[in-house]
């Protein structure tokens, strides 16, 4: 058995002053989004996705805190993830969806933790397993509706009922996973219900999970007996065609290390991308694409121009970014701020107020979901909350 043991967040012991950007976690704003969540599901138990660190917030931090407003299923995508959680959640359900790979059986049986088996040979290895040790273990079933990705097919989830092996252990809980739930009016949400169903009907009585945070939304309320939100919890907005129901959990203030002037006709950054028309007031930021915040929200173009690009509040004002984001810094342009506003030292929001991390996303030509799964490990970490 390969031995796995609980692994510290790696970040968060770098001084605020020491660091070039402080991420701001708000636990209590968490525990208010699940809340939130649990009140949209009906009558189906609320569970918490925490894979990914807790989408970059800190799987130590987040998982109690989750714990404490009342959640006691969680889902994350590794098994070195759950024996993380599990360190901060002992009694909690613990699944890991990206299945069962060989020989681990036994670290599952140790840390209590419930596989998500998505193949008939997955399925097969946990129940060989349950059955040498004479023991009926947990496990959830993965039946794919749509995604083409993981879990069993719907064919075959309709043959599960004659599988033998299903008596050796106890299938906890039957899931599918949404292809487009935050798109509400696609037609493939209803297909999928439809064909969820199908299979959850020859198998009465094992408790079901279809909805992510957007899948909670959807009008057909396709919530089962447990839903399964992850990017809602940590701010994101799972109604993308209406305003976001969620509170804001992450914010990211970068500190400004120089201010300069550049003149007109002259470039800022590599290769020259961005062009100063005019002369412009550039402020340089001590963060950049080493710490997870995308080089794809690069400001290529001239100075004025309208760009999909990375933004920043300065002194409350939205200012662009100028040039190519680089690995330890970013470049804005600071120009509109009146002078003496901004100063050597200040800090500026990257993430936070009007900077949602769903406009982060689409200014980076990616979704928010990336932004926070790639906050870094070089920024400090503050944590407000989590008492209650
Ligand atoms: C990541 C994931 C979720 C959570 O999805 P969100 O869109 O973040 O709410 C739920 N179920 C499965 C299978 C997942 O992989």
Known sequence: MTKITSQADPAGDIPESAAGGVLHIDLDALAANWRIL???????????????????????????????????????????????????????????????FSDTCATYAAFDLRPVLGSFEEIEEWAGFCRAQSQ???????????????????????????????????????????????ESDNPLNGEQIEAFQAVRATLPGIPASLANSSGIF???????????????????????????????????????????WVEADHTVG????????????????????????????SARGKSGDELLAGMALVAGQRCSFAGNVSMDLITVDVTDVPEAEVKRG???????????????????????????????????????????
């Open 38 to 100: 649990r009140d949209n599901a009906g009558d189906a138990e609320t569970a918490a996705v925490v894979k990914a660190n807790a989408y970059g917030t800190g799987i130590e931090k987040a998982v109690p805190a989750l714990g404490k407003a009342g959640c006691r299923t969680f889902f994350v995508a590794h098994l070195g993830e759950a024996v993380r959680a599990r360190a901060v959640a002992p009694d909690a359900a613990i699944y890991v969806l990206n299945g069962l």
């Open 136 to 182: 009926k273990l947990k496990a959830a079933i993965h039946v794919d509706t749509g995604m083409n990705r993981l879990g069993l097919t719907v064919p075959q989830g309709l043959t599960l009922k004659d599988l033998a092996g299903l008596n050796d252990f106890e299938t906890a809980l039957l899931m599918s996973h949404f292809v487009s739930a935050e």
């Open 218 to 260: 959807l009008k057909d309320k396709p919530h089962f007996d447990l839903a399964r939100p992850g990017y809602a919890l940590y701010g994101g907005n799972p109604t993308p065609d209406r305003s976001n129901p969620m509170r804001p959990v992450v914010g990211l203030e970068g500190r400004i290390v120089q201010l300069r």
């Open 270 to 297: 590599y290769n020259g991308r961005w062009i100063a028309l005019t002369k412009r007031r550039i402020a340089t930021i001590s963060i950049g694409y080493a710490d997870g915040y995308p080089r794809s929200s």
């Open 346 to 388: 200040d800090t500026v929001t990257l993430i936070g107020g009007e900077l949602t991390i769903d406009e982060v996303g689409r200014r980076a030509g990616t979704i928010g979901y990336e932004i926070l799964t790639g906050l870094g490990a070089r920024y400090a970490r503050t944590y407000r909350g989590g008492k209650s």
